[in-house]
């Protein structure tokens, strides 16, 4: 079964720290790019990072530069997203995605297109 699984989302203060995971299974990740993206109640889903399939390149939306930091561990087919200073506007749900064949500079554009595996999502909640 082709799918992904986030993990690592909680309830952390202002200021805090997570690490997301996204595992992927039933199909060759190596070969896929890899984006996170969050949907914060009422409002729009939205790119947040992207990583080419070799972890050689990545991309960030402007908010999250410096706080958020996105790899990947193709040997554990995994992707990260590590959140640095979190703040109340990080509440959301995040989600990961997967493409093999849409590069990072469209996957984190301003219109997300169509990706071939989504994840169910993980929720992180930033409050004192």
């Known amino acids: 079964q082709v799918q992904l699984v986030e993990s690592g989302g909680g309830l952390v203060q202002p200021g805090g720290s997570l690490r997301l995971s996204c595992i992927a299974s039933g199909f060759t990740v190596d070969y896929y790019q890899i984006g996170w993206f969050r949907q914060a109640p009422g409002k729009e889903r939205e790119v947040v990072s992207c990583i080419s399939s070799n972890g050689g390149s990545t991309r960030y939306t402007e908010s999250v530069k410096g706080r958020f930091t996105i790899s990947r561990d193709n040997a554990k087919k995994t992707a990260y997203l590590q959140i640095n200073n979190l703040k109340p506007e990080d509440t959301a749900t995040y989600f990961c995605?997967?493409?093999?064949?849409?590069?990072?500079?469209?996957?984190?554009?301003?219109?997300?297109?169509?990706?071939?595996?989504w994840g169910q999502g993980t929720p992180v909640t930033v409050s004192s």
């Open positions: 995605a997967a493409d093999k064949w849409i590069n990072i500079q469209t996957m984190c554009g301003p219109h997300t297109p169509y990706l071939e595996v």
